[in-house]
Nanobody, 123 residues
Framework: QVQVVESGGGLVQAGGSLRLSCAASARTFSTVAIGWFRQAPGKEREFVATINWSSGSTYYSDSVKGRCTSSRDNAKNTVYLQIDSLKPEDTAVYYC????????????????WGQGTQVTVSS
């Protein structure tokens, strides 16, 4: 089982940056992948990024590619999502999720979810 807790959301002006954190706890991280998803009001939850904990390899959605970087700090058991050049359409609740297995961009393949953190981008 994996527990994840997000933090770092807030209100930011368009063009600004935010770094979200996902603190994780698990018996072993060797086969864990972390996914970042977001859900805007009235919309379905969508994939943002995913990182393989062991290798650090990442994959991003087209909507954030080039503006977003995910990384992990093994000493702190924490994954980060840095989002730059924020746009009003990035406004959403951002979720961190974990799964055992490789990276995935499918919501249904993640078994462990955090409570979400609100990101609001003002124009």
């Amino acid at each position: 089982q994996v527990q994840v807790v997000e933090s770092g959301g807030g209100l930011v002006q368009a063009g600004g940056s935010l770094r979200l954190s996902c603190a994780a706890s698990a018996r072993t991280f060797s086969t864990v992948a972390i996914g970042w998803f977001r859900q805007a009001p009235g919309k379905e939850r969508e994939f943002v990024a995913t990182i393989n904990w062991s290798s650090g390899s990442t994959y991003y959605s087209d909507s954030v590619k080039g503006r977003c970087t995910s990384s992990r700090d093994n000493a702190k058991n924490t994954v980060y999502l840095q989002i730059d050049s924020l746009k009003p359409e990035d406004t959403a609740v951002y979720y961190c999720a974990a799964r055992y297995g490789g990276r995935s961009y499918y919501v249904q393949e993640y078994a462990y979810w955090g409570q979400g953190t609100q990101v609001t981008v003002s124009s």
